[in-house]
C-alpha cells in the first residue's frame, strides 16, 4: 500500500501566517485508490517561516502533530486521549480499500460468446 499525503488548501491570517489547512492522504494498491479528507486549525508557534518559503512538507509536519486532548472524568480523575492524522487517515484509506478488494465480482466471459 502507497500513501501519498498532500496539502488541498490554506487559510492565511492577515501576518501571513496559515491559521487553517485542508489536506487529504490517497492510498494505492494495485487498481484500488482511496482518499481521506481532513481539516486542521493551526495555533501560533514560536517560529514563523514566511508564507512564500513554505514547503508542502513542513505544513504538512504542522498537520501531523498531534492533537492532545485532557478531561477529567466523572471520578476527578485527569484522562488523557492523542488524535494522529497520519495515523488515522492512513488506517481509514486502508480499511476503504480492503472494503474494495472484498467486492471485487469476476467477469468472466459471456456464455453465448464461448
Known amino acids: 500500500m502507497?500513501?501519498?499525503?498532500?496539502?488541498?488548501?490554506?487559510?492565511?491570517?492577515?501576518?501571513?501566517?496559515?491559521v487553517r489547512v485542508d489536506f487529504k492522504v490517497t492510498a494505492t494498491s494495485?487498481?484500488?485508490?482511496a482518499s481521506v479528507a481532513?481539516?486542521?486549525?493551526?495555533v501560533?508557534?514560536?517560529s514563523f517561516i514566511p508564507y512564500n518559503q513554505l514547503t508542502e512538507q513542513q505544513v504538512l509536519?504542522?498537520?501531523f502533530k498531534?492533537?492532545?486532548?485532557?478531561?477529567?472524568?466523572?471520578d476527578s480523575v485527569e484522562q488523557t486521549s492523542t488524535f494522529l492524522h497520519k495515523d488515522d487517515g492512513e488506517a481509514q484509506a486502508a480499511d476503504q480499500i480492503?472494503?474494495?478488494?472484498e467486492k471485487k465480482y469476476a467477469e468472466p466471459a459471456l456464455?453465448?460468446?464461448l
Open 30 to 33: 494495485g487498481n484500488n485508490t
Open 61 to 63: 509536519d504542522w498537520c
Open 98 to 101: 480492503a472494503r474494495q478488494l
Open 111 to 113: 456464455p453465448w460468446t
Open 2 to 18: 502507497e500513501y501519498k499525503w498532500s496539502i488541498i488548501k490554506v487559510e492565511v491570517a492577515e501576518d501571513n501566517l496559515v
Open 66 to 74: 498531534p492533537i492532545v486532548t485532557t478531561w477529567m472524568d466523572t
Open 44 to 46: 501560533r508557534g514560536d
Open 38 to 42: 481532513y481539516a486542521r486549525n493551526l
